[in-house]
Structure formats: structure tokens, C-alpha cells
């Protein structure tokens, strides 16, 4: 059973969080220092050496925080028939694109600066990592057949994940101009019907 950490280490660790995302979000992650990070958190560099070995180990811990918190309100994603019979409803999305949103919403100054601050390029690929076994989950669930599929699986994983994970920087950018349930629910639509009312194709 893993320690619970105390309440005071939380409320640190959180400040010194926040302290990083507003200043990468100001300066850039290059040009903040260690002092920077506790003079914005109000806290003495001693307290900051306690808990971390530099901001780039900061940077890491946090990031591993939040992927972590992620990856548990979406997981299981897909466990009966209930699940799938959700899926074909892209009115109603499924509640773990709902989770999926609102988890992001919750950081979403965090997910913004780590998604769009090229200093910190392995965010966004621990996230794609996350959008791609959620896929791959949601695919597998839908149709375990290979040959049922119109692309090798691997290839459609990876198309929606990408997808996915440019949705979810669009709406950051864009100051989340749309609720999680809206994201959800255009998000389950494009993925199952595509973004025609009827194929111009046919």
C-alpha cells in the first residue's frame, strides 16, 4: 500500500506547480530559474530542494502527476455491451470522453503551457501515448476483426489519436470556447459518422 503523503507536502508541491505554469507561460521554461519558481510560490529554495532536484525534475514530476490522474478517470474505457451500445449513440457521448475532457479542463492552463511550450515535447507525447491505448481500446472493443477494418488497425489508431490529441490543443488555444460534454459529443460523432450530414461521395 503506497504512503499517503501529507497534506502540507500536497499543498507545496501544488504551489509549486503552479508557480512553473505561470512562468512558463510568461518567460518560457529556458529562462526561469529555481528562484523564480519559489519567489512565485512563496516558498524558500531550502523547501523546493526538499521535494525536488531542479525545475527540470519539477517539470517532470508534474507532468507525471497529471498523466497519471488522466490515465485513472479514463480507465477501464470499454467493459460491456452497454459501453458499446454508447458508442453507436454519438448524440450521447460515452462517459469517458466526458472524463477524458473534464480532467483537462480541471488543469487546463497546465495541459496548455506543457501541450504548446516546445521545451517540454515529451507532454505531448505521454498524452498521445494515453489517446492511442484508449483508441486502440475503443477500436478493439468495436470490431476485434482485422479484417473487418478498411485500414490496418495500426494506422487507424494512430489517424485518431493524432486527431484527438490536435482537438484537444485547438480547444486549449482557443480558451475551451466549448463545454467537455460538447468536445464529447463532437468528438464521438466525427470519430463514428465523419463530418458529413450526408457522403458527398455516394
Do not use: C
Not at 506547480?17 to 518567460?27: H, N, Y
Not at 480507465?75 to 450521447?92: G, T, V, W
Amino acid at each position: 500500500m503506497s504512503k499517503k503523503l501529507d497534506p502540507r507536502v500536497i499543498r507545496t508541491r501544488q504551489l509549486l506547480r503552479d508557480a512553473l505554469v505561470e512562468l512558463i507561460d510568461e518567460q518560457g521554461y529556458e529562462k526561469i530559474t529555481v528562484q523564480d519558481i519559489t519567489r512565485r510560490a512563496t516558498l524558500n529554495r531550502a523547501t523546493f530542494y526538499l521535494h525536488y532536484r531542479d525545475k527540470l525534475d519539477l517539470l517532470y514530476q508534474s507532468s507525471e502527476e497529471i498523466l497519471q490522474e488522466l490515465v485513472g478517470s479514463i480507465r477501464p474505457p470499454f467493459e460491456d455491451r452497454a459501453s458499446f451500445d454508447l458508442l453507436r449513440n454519438y448524440n450521447q457521448p460515452h462517459e469517458t470522453f466526458m472524463h477524458l475532457f473534464e480532467q483537462i479542463a480541471i488543469n487546463s492552463k497546465l495541459y496548455k503551457v506543457y501541450l504548446t511550450e516546445k521545451n517540454i515535447p515529451y507532454f505531448a507525447a505521454g498524452l498521445k501515448e494515453i489517446i492511442i491505448d484508449f483508441v486502440s481500446s475503443g477500436i478493439h472493443f468495436m470490431e476485434p476483426n482485422d479484417q473487418k477494418l478498411t485500414v490496418p488497425r495500426d494506422m487507424a489508431i494512430r489517424f485518431y489519436a493524432a486527431a484527438f490529441l490536435e482537438i484537444v490543443i485547438w480547444w486549449l488555444e482557443n480558451d475551451m470556447p466549448y463545454t467537455p460534454k460538447f468536445m464529447a459529443t463532437q468528438l464521438m460523432r466525427i470519430t463514428i459518422k465523419g463530418p458529413y450530414i450526408e457522403n458527398p461521395f455516394l
